[in-house]
């Protein structure tokens, strides 16, 4: 999912009796498999709105670069003061031969506190919500192919683009929305939109992906937004200034201490 929330395109050869062949589980191997970039850089605005109409405004940094066995990201609030400097670092692992795949390290600096801490990439608190937005921080991370079983259930436009209608249920039924509905466009086999639902069957949350751009051959969803379908919120990502393979980013740019020494601007 993060393919999502997260820059990818790819080639589709567009048959009817070709997209009839394929399974579910393909289609998503597909999606997980659409290149990336070595390194991507962007700056963001989050707006995070209520149901009662009040917005909270967040400008945040965002840096990512793949070493191949392990993707690294950060993401550092900007503005405005009172959570300035506040950042976000995760190291996702690839899947082995076999198709294991190590539990993700995430680390969440507070410098109001003065602390960091580490976030369990499972469990109970994987699905707590990410600084007050309406994503999660499992959202924030890959999802492992793995760990979910899937049916192709038909096609849908979404926007005037035609996608597969992937369902996609956890293994692990202890999630917050062990169920979710992924459209997968088949011209490019980016994600356009997602429902999750809850433990009740309850549709949750539902993320769109708009504002498309090519951007050095890689295809982008400009904007994100989860919308809490049960509390009337929503999130959004905006993103700018986006830069793939822009020159080498600084490997110490990935770690606590850079964090915590607030090096990241």
């Not at 400009?222 to 490997?251: H, L, R």
Request: glycine letters at 6%.
């Amino acid at each position: 999912m993060k393919k999502t929330i997260f820059t990818l395109t790819a080639i589709f050869m567009g048959a009817a009796a070709f997209s009839q062949s394929l399974t579910g589980y393909d289609i998503m191997k597909k999606a997980d498999e659409v290149p990336e970039a070595v390194t991507s850089s962007s700056t963001a605005t989050l707006t995070i709105h209520t149901k009662k109409g009040s917005d909270r405004i967040r400008q945040v940094i965002m840096k990512s670069k793949d070493y191949g066995e392990v993707k690294k990201e950060v993401i550092v609030f900007v503005t405005p003061k009172d959570v300035s400097g506040t950042g976000y670092l995760m190291f996702d692992y690839e899947e082995d031969a076999n198709g294991n795949k190590k539990d993700s390290d995430n680390w969440l600096y507070m410098p109001a506190m003065k602390k960091t801490r580490r976030i369990a990439s499972s469990g109970s608190e994987s699905d707590g919500s990410f600084m007050g937005t309406d994503f999660t921080y499992r959202d924030m991370g890959e999802r492992s192919l793995n760990d979910y079983d899937y049916n192709l259930l038909g096609e849908e436009s979404v926007d005037g683009t035609d996608c597969y209608k992937v369902e996609c249920i956890a293994k692990d039924k202890t999630q917050k929305d062990p169920r979710y509905i992924s459209y997968i466009a088949k011209s490019d086999f980016i994600l356009r939109k997602c429902e999750l639902f809850d433990r009740q069957n309850q549709l949750h949350r539902v993320l769109t992906c708009t504002d498309f751009a090519t951007i050095k051959g890689f295809t982008t969803a400009q904007k994100m937004k989860m919308e809490n379908i049960q509390t009337g919120g929503w999130s959004t990502f905006e993103m700018a200034n986006i830069v793939y393979d822009g020159g080498d980013i600084d490997d110490s740019l990935f770690t606590v201490a850079s964090l915590e020494k607030a090096r990241i601007r």
